[in-house]
């Protein structure tokens, strides 16, 4: 893995465009605050819990999501992406396949769902290591699979984000949408956790 995605130089590179902006009068430091705040003020991952419980209790809708994600997620008042629109895949997990999501380059990451990453997330460590050993990485997130269950990692791209559908919790008959929505953490729409 090369330095040129190290945050170091990221935020060099930012503060230098932001003061390329405010010097030839394009915009000025509190306008790019402003649209910070604006654009991270919908991002949480409660909206992808939303989007989960729907597809557990509605299965048109789930089949939906998992055909064109960003399509479905926009039926319930979201979106993928920011600025730019992003391909959302959903893939669902099951009694026989674990997917974990990872952004081996930097940090792309369905942000309007899941909110701001997790600092492990954009660790080196994780980036590099859930590709060559997913079980031993799950394994430190307290997730231990039986062998039989295959992990699928999906490597999330500035066109492409991606967003695990969790097993619906056992147990779990009876509850409404959103009672099965608050059992819905980040983690597991990651794959870093069970429900």
């Known amino acids: 893995m090369t330095g040129t995605h190290d945050d170091a130089v990221i935020s060099r590179q930012v503060r230098f465009l932001e003061s390329l902006l405010e010097?030839?009068?394009?915009?000025?430091?509190?306008?790019?605050?402003?649209?910070?705040?604006?654009?991270?003020s919908g991002a949480s991952p409660v909206n992808g819990a939303k989007v989960a419980a729907r597809a557990w209790t509605d299965p048109a809708y789930r089949e939906r999501l998992l055909a064109d994600g960003a399509e479905a997620v926009g039926?319930?008042?979201?979106?993928s992406g920011g600025v730019q629109k992003q391909r959302l895949r959903v893939v669902e997990n099951t009694a026989d396949t674990h997917n974990v999501v990872v952004c081996t380059l930097c940090s792309c990451y369905p942000l309007r769902l899941l909110g701001p990453s997790p600092g492990w997330y954009k660790s080196e460590a994780y980036r590099s290591r859930v590709v060559r050993d997913p079980r031993g990485v799950l394994a430190e997130f307290g997730v231990t699979l039986p062998?039989?269950?295959?992990?699928?990692?999906?490597?999330?791209?500035a066109e492409t984000r991606y967003m695990v559908l969790p097993r619906r919790p056992t147990d779990s008959d009876g509850l409404s949408e959103e009672?099965?929505?608050?059992?819905?953490?980040?983690?597991?729409?990651?794959?870093?956790?069970?429900l």
């Open 147 to 157: 062998e039989s269950v295959d992990i699928t990692v999906w490597d999330s791209s």
């Open 75 to 79: 039926e319930l008042g979201f979106s």
């Open 23 to 40: 010097e030839k009068g394009i915009v000025g430091g509190d306008t790019v605050d402003e649209v910070i705040d604006g654009f991270l």
């Open 179 to 194: 009672e099965l929505a608050a059992l819905v953490t980040r983690n597991g729409l990651i794959g870093t956790a069970v």
